[in-house]
């Protein structure tokens, strides 16, 4: 267990609609990353947040956004939910300066199934 | 784009043998280096990180890294079923940009 908390486990949703997926960091890590894993295919880096501020962003579209609150949990929200947004999307926490992954311990991941 | 390439396999072994996971990147100002395990199911864990040229060994895993030739292997002595599951590799991007980039994992098999 990394102690990287992840909300709800599992999601079914229509496209068009919107989810917020929620993520508690690890007791001391000030760093939350966000990925999104297809079947198949390795994480696919969405944004990082340090601190409460986008601190980097894959190749995502605006619809995918995210928040950071003081106590270093953070959100990811998805709007116009699309077929291919159907994934695991996994949180990360690490306690780094925001600049290196070498600390980075994953949450269980929630499966969002969109229909 | 900044590629991390990895057989999908599977790669199947039989027990007790040397498992050798393999993984190319294209950006050569990369300097760290990730492999997770992943279970079916489960998301990934941190096996080992490497940052330099050369083996770091770490139990039964050794990391390999080799920087002019741009790749990274991880080999897992004395395989157990246990050890069935994919093996991602990261690369963590460089020019100040943190991001690491996944391959798509290779799929362990360890068979009694």
């Known amino acids: 267990e990394t102690g990287v908390t992840q909300s709800p486990t599992h999601l079914i949703k229509t496209r068009g609609q919107q989810v917020t997926l929620r993520c508690s960091s690890q007791?001391?890590?000030?760093?939350v990353s966000w990925y999104q894993q297809a079947l198949g295919q390795g994480p696919q880096f969405i944004f990082q947040?340090?601190?409460?501020?986008?601190?980097g962003r894959g190749n995502f579209p605006p619809r995918f956004s995210g928040l950071q609150f003081p106590n270093y949990s953070s959100e990811l929200n998805v709007n116009a939910l699309e077929l291919d947004d159907s994934a695991l999307y996994l949180c990360?926490?690490?306690?780094?300066?925001?600049?290196?992954?070498?600390?980075?311990?994953f949450g269980p991941g929630t499966r969002l199934t969109v229909l | 784009q900044k590629e991390v390439e990895q057989n999908s396999g599977p790669l199947s072994v039989p027990e007790g043998a040397i498992a050798s996971l393999n993984c190319t990147y294209s950006?050569?100002?990369?300097?760290?280096f990730f492999w997770y395990r992943q279970y079916s199911g489960k998301s990934p864990e941190l096996i080992m990180f490497?940052?330099?040229?050369g083996d770091k060994e770490d139990g039964r895993f050794t990391a390999q890294l080799n920087k002019a030739s741009q790749y990274v292997s991880l080999l897992i002595r004395d395989s157990q079923p246990s050890d069935s599951a994919t093996y991602l590799c990261?690369?963590?991007?460089?020019?100040?940009?943190?991001?690491?980039?996944f391959g798509r994992g290779t799929s362990l098999i360890v068979h009694p």
């Open positions: 990360a926490s690490s306690g780094t300066s925001g600049y290196s992954t070498d600390t980075q311990y």
């Open positions: 007791s001391g890590h000030n760093t």
């Open positions: 947040y340090y601190r409460e501020e986008e601190n």
């Open positions: 950006d050569r100002g990369s300097q760290s």
């Open positions: 490497i940052y330099s040229n």
């Open positions: 990261a690369v963590e991007g460089s020019g100040g940009s943190y991001i690491p980039t």
